[in-house]
């Protein structure tokens, strides 16, 4: 890296939202020197996201990130659905197992967000406020940014995590093809007087549209606020604040057929959904991740949960190549990890948005007899718990998965019991800024690892009876009891990208 004093930063980040600072985070945990701007002129203190499943807050938990969050987030893991003032379908958010340190957080985004700035302080960083992306020019070993003050960047990376208008990915040009799924949502947070429980989620299937309710924590401790979206497909221009409250106000008793109080709003906002997923994650030194990759239906609260498990997969990988441990080809494994995640989920949120509001007799029908009785059903609850944390997510059919008996290849660890230097610990707890040897007693492997890692390799026994490297975001990198093999692995996948 004979370069490293001609650059002002390894990479530079372009967005201060969720995917942008646990990308920065992730980065700086390896070692490597970042700069994150952003054209706000300040964190964001209201959001649409506000729901952080089990994966997410792994993933928050292995960066040292998740802080408060727990305590300040509530667990209302259910969702009752209404026909009328009949509840057909209660659908149960549990616990979802496979070994998880962290629950699904019912969490605003803009503490997610906090909590990551937090954490980026903590390891030395701080976002630059109110100076975006202007433009951008790509040299053979670098970037250079020119940002709106006037002022040029220059960095080995750029990774755009500037939202579904990304400039960085018009900059590269980057397709970013889509399709509309539904007409307008209004949105509200806002303080209600109606005595609704507050342990879950409410909706209610009308007619006229789709309403729904979910508690939002709330610090004036009246333990009155409520995320309100209400399907209003009609006019076409953008109503003001005092018109979306004025509907809302309207829709809330209209739909639910309850008494409403409507009080003090705290954010206002509308939306369409569209389904868009980039055509390509990278243009040679330019990458994008989170929802300048893929725009989501915000049903199923998976938006937020795919970004930060983008970042995550992203930073330990560039930081290998920043640092010179392996070759561009690795970094080309997050797009072949990634993207057909995002693939899988933009079905599914596809597919929720499309029975939420169906308009003609039969997918009525569909949704409000057939729907809502398979999904009261137990093994129903358990799969939608399931799916929705991405906890399933595996990688073990990209260029770094493998076959045979699992866990294969690119399959999630759970979050084992282990030893480090004799003292109990846990598996996730090791990772974030660190590759894991699991072995068991007397193994020899860290050597070899450490041949090829670096120091960010950390060695732990464990109750197995063979050797496993977990990658930094909890995924099987290689199995095996011969340290040759291990070497073989490692070579294959930093220098060439991929053990295939």
């Known amino acids: 890296m004979g370069m490293s004093d001609a650059v002002d930063a390894d990479v530079i980040v372009v967005g201060a939202g969720p995917t942008g600072l646990t990308l920065a985070c992730g980065l700086r945990l390896h070692g490597l020197s970042v700069q994150v701007i952003d054209r706000a002129a300040a964190p964001a203190t209201t959001s649409r996201a506000n729901f952080m499943h089990a994966r997410g807050s792994e993933v928050l938990a292995r960066l040292g990130a998740l802080g408060a969050l727990p305590e300040q987030s509530l667990r209302a893991m259910r969702i009752t659905t209404y026909v009328?003032?009949?509840?057909?379908?209660?659908?149960?958010?549990?616990?979802?197992?496979?070994?998880?340190?962290?629950?699904?957080?019912?969490?605003?985004?803009?503490?997610?967000?906090?909590?990551?700035?937090?954490?980026?302080?903590d390891v030395g960083g701080e976002p630059q406020w109110g100076n975006g992306l202007a433009d951008l020019r790509q040299e053979s070993d670098a970037v250079v940014a020119e940002l709106e003050d006037g002022r040029r960047l220059r960095a080995r990376w750029l990774v755009g995590c500037d939202g579904t208008s990304s400039t960085t990915r018009k900059l590269v040009g980057i397709d970013f093809p889509g399709v509309k799924l539904s007409e307008r949502f209004l949105l509200a947070d806002v303080h209600l007087d109606w005595g609704l429980d507050r342990s879950g989620t409410t909706g209610w299937v009308h007619p006229d549209g789709l309403v729904g309710a979910m508690p939002m924590p709330d610090e004036s401790g009246r333990d009155d606020l409520w995320r309100i979206f209400a399907y209003d497909p009609r006019g076409d221009q953008k109503p003001s604040d005092s018109e979306i409250l004025g509907r809302i106000t309207a829709i809330l008793p209209q739909r639910t057929g309850r008494r409403v109080g409507v009080g003090e709003p705290e954010w206002l906002s509308l939306f369409t959904v569209h389904r868009r997923l980039a055509s390509s994650y990278?243009?040679?030194?330019?990458?994008?991740?989170?929802?300048?990759?893929?725009?989501?239906?915000?049903?199923?609260?998976?938006g937020m949960l795919t970004g930060v498990g983008d970042?995550?997969?992203?930073?330990?990988?560039?930081?290998?190549?920043?640092?010179?441990?392996?070759?561009?080809?690795l970094v080309d494994t997050y797009e072949a990890e990634r993207r057909?995640?995002?693939?899988?989920?933009?079905?599914?949120?596809?597919?929720?948005?499309?029975?939420?509001?169906?308009?003609?007799?039969?997918?009525?029908?569909?949704?409000?007899?057939?729907?809502?009785?398979?999904?009261?059903?137990?093994?129903?609850?358990?799969?939608?718990?399931y799916s929705a944390s991405q906890l399933w997510v595996s990688y073990r059919k990209g260029p770094l998965g493998g076959r045979g008996r699992k866990p294969r290849r690119g399959d999630r660890i759970a979050d084992l019991a282990c030893t480090r230097d004799g003292a109990p610990t846990r598996l996730h707890s090791e990772l974030g800024g660190r590759w894991a040897l699991l072995e068991p007693s007397g193994g020899r492997g860290v050597e070899v690892a450490r041949r090829w890692l670096g120091e960010f390799v950390v060695p732990l026994a464990y109750d197995g009876d063979e050797t496993m490297l977990v990658r930094p975001d909890a995924h099987l990198a290689w199995r095996g009891d011969d340290v040759e093999g291990l070497d073989r692995w490692l070579g294959a996948a930093l220098r060439e990208g991929s053990t295939r």
């Open 340 to 385: 057909p995640l995002a693939t899988e989920v933009l079905r599914g949120t596809s597919a929720l948005t499309r029975i939420n509001v169906a308009s003609n007799p039969i997918g009525r029908f569909l949704r409000d007899q057939v729907a809502i009785r398979i999904f009261g059903l137990a093994p129903v609850q358990r799969w939608a718990t």
């Open 84 to 121: 009328g003032d009949r509840p057909m379908m209660k659908l149960k958010f549990g616990d979802p197992g496979m070994g998880t340190a962290a629950p699904p957080m019912v969490v605003s985004q803009a503490k997610v967000e906090g909590a990551l700035r937090d954490r980026f302080a």
């Open 311 to 329: 970042a995550e997969n992203l930073a330990f990988k560039l930081a290998l190549v920043v640092r010179g441990q392996a070759g561009d080809g």
């Open 282 to 302: 990278r243009r040679g030194r330019v990458l994008i991740a989170g929802d300048a990759a893929h725009a989501h239906a915000p049903f199923g609260g998976q």
